[in-house]
């Protein structure tokens, strides 16, 4: 039997002018009737302003907003700058640790496997388990797991080696439903107000990609990882 692949959904802006005005207008509708929630100049499927949500679980935020012609739709996600060093320290920690596997630790690391969990009456399986292995501590890592030296080397590049981070703004066309696009904004929390800072900035610079040419002042970024930070709270 030949394989059936699922069609992939053509790119938003390879859609006739019509369909993506279409689109438009419904997303306006949207945010029209969205407004009491979000304000009036996007929307969201996420809940924005949580009454008693602390500060640290705010760094980022998914919403849509419509473009300066009929034609655009920006499908974006905002993070704080914050966020985005958070996110390069642990990018950076993986790849480091990563590197120090053999092929072989790597696939061991990697593997993951299901068992089933429930039956039907018929014997049918209805559902599967992650079957729980034991974690492989290594010599070269001091005795540590892989996801103990992941979280060691993360803590070590935010205090030691931190990254650069830029505000920016950073469009992706490949979307099916609007065009991406990436925000770093450098505010302390992703809420109304920031969101709506960030699609005015981004309209004034025509809409377009835009890195800031000085880095988020280093006495703005964390001195401990993400993961510390919020068991902290």
Known sequence: MPRRFKKKRPSFITLPRHKRSNEVIRLKGRIRRDSDEYGGM??????LDEPG???LYNQWFDFYFPGQDR???WNAEIVTARKAFWDAAHELAYQRTTAMLTLEEHAAESNIEFEPADFSRTGKVLSYKLIERKKMQYEKFSGLTFYEQWEKLESEIVRETPPTIYES??????????IGLFIILDVDVIDRAAIEQAITEFRLINETDWKAAIPVPRERLPVVSEKEALAAI
Do not use: E
Not at 173 to 178: E, K, N
């Open 71 to 73: 034609f655009t739709i």
């Open 169 to 178: 703004f950073r469009v992706d066309r490949s979307y099916a439903y609007g």
């Open 53 to 55: 949500r602390p500060d």
């Open 42 to 47: 996007f929307t969201s499927h996420l809940v």
